[in-house]
């Protein structure tokens, strides 16, 4: 299992009103990964650089979750702020999320700019903030390739490799 830290986008969330960081919080902890740090932070391209920044450089994070900011309005800057502290992207993930998401709510998922890459050594998925969205991204994808039963392949696995 893997350590986890999670940031939450958003100018109206909170702790107590935070679905999709709870769902998160809660589905990692029951799949029996650890959540090292959890942070909600405002739509602002420099603060979510620097949570990230603080856990891609943390030897003891090996993935990093956000939800929130990656619609297409002025105040969503989430792909903006993590893009250029990736190493690698992962374009699969993002249109995978878009395939599956299209089977549930059709064309409304272009909106969605979710993206994944790697960076020292970390995985860094950045979902969208609604709870639905989420729950595609988490229970779809992510909890199946933080899985090292997943066959044929899976990125748990890959964890030590990424520094190579």
Partial sequence: ?????????SDT???NNDDSGNFLLL??????????ERKICKDDIYLIRKYLSDW???????VIITTGGTGITARD???????????????GFGET??????????TSTLQSRCIAGTAN???????????????????????????ENTKP??????INRLKE
């Avoid at 999320?97 to 059709?106: D, E, M, N, T, V």
Wanted: glycine content about 6%.
């Fill in 121 to 147: 050594g970390k995985f860094i998925f950045v979902l969208p903030g609604s709870k639905d969205a989420v729950m595609t991204g988490w229970q779809d994808i992510i909890s199946h390739q933080l899985n």
């Fill in 56 to 62: 891609i450089s943390n030897p003891d994070v090996e």
């Fill in 97 to 106: 999320f878009r395939f599956l998401s299209f089977q549930k709510i059709g």
């Fill in 13 to 15: 969330r909170n702790i």
């Fill in 77 to 91: 800057v989430t792909p903006e702020a993590v893009r250029p502290l990736l190493e690698k992207e992962i374009d």
């Fill in 27 to 36: 589905e990692a902890e029951n799949y029996g990964h650890k959540i090292l």
């Fill in 1 to 9: 299992m893997v350590s986890i830290a999670l940031l939450t986008v």
């Fill in 153 to 158: 392949c899976n990125l748990v696995n890959l």
